[in-house]
C-alpha cells in the first residue's frame, strides 16, 4: 500500500535516476504525495491538476443528480461552471472568489459542497497551477 513514506523513498530513488532538476509537477490533491514530493524536491512547484478536479467533481455531480432529481441538462451546466472557474483563475485567490461564486442551489447539496469545498482547501495548501 502507498504511503508518504513509500513515495517517500520511491521520489528519493527516481531523484538519483534522473539528469535534470525537477521544477514543478501538477498532481490530485493526496497530501500524501504532497508531502513526500516537498521532502525530495526542494522548492518544487506543485500545482493542482484540473483533469482531476474534473473528474471528481463529474462524479459528484452524477451523484447529486441521481439524489436531488437532477436533470442531464441540470448536471451539464453544472459541470461547465466548474471548468469555467478552473480555466478562469489566474491565481488561488481568483480560484477561491470564483469558486465562492458558484451560487447555484445545487451547489448547497452536500455531495457537491464536499467537492467544492475541497477545491477551496487545496488551493490554499498547494501553488496554483493553470494545467
Known amino acids: 500500500m502507498m504511503n508518504e513514506e513509500t513515495l517517500f523513498q520511491s521520489f ?4 538519483g535516476k534522473i539528469s535534470f532538476k525537477m521544477k514543478g509537477v501538477t498532481k490530485d490533491k493526496w497530501q500524501a504525495s504532497t508531502n ?4 525530495v524536491f526542494q522548492n518544487l512547484w506543485i500545482g493542482l491538476c484540473h483533469r482531476h478536479c474534473i473528474e471528481n467533481i463529474k462524479v459528484a455531480i452524477r451523484k447529486d443528480r441521481d439524489t436531488a432529481e437532477i436533470t442531464d441538462k441540470k448536471a ?26 458558484l451560487t447555484d442551489e445545487a451547489f448547497k ?5 464536499k ?17
Do not use: G
Not at 12 to 15: G, I, Q, Y
Not at 78 to 98: A, D, P
Not at 115 to 131: C, G, Q
Open 12 to 15: 528519493s530513488k527516481l531523484k
Open 36 to 39: 513526500a514530493l516537498r521532502e
Open 76 to 101: 451539464n451546466k453544472l459541470l461547465n461552471q466548474v471548468i469555467k472557474v478552473l480555466k478562469n483563475s489566474t491565481s488561488s485567490t481568483s480560484m477561491q472568489v470564483r469558486l465562492n461564486s
Open 109 to 113: 447539496h452536500p455531495v457537491l459542497k
Open 115 to 131: 467537492r467544492t469545498d475541497e477545491l477551496k482547501h487545496i488551493t490554499k495548501t498547494i501553488r496554483f497551477s493553470t494545467v
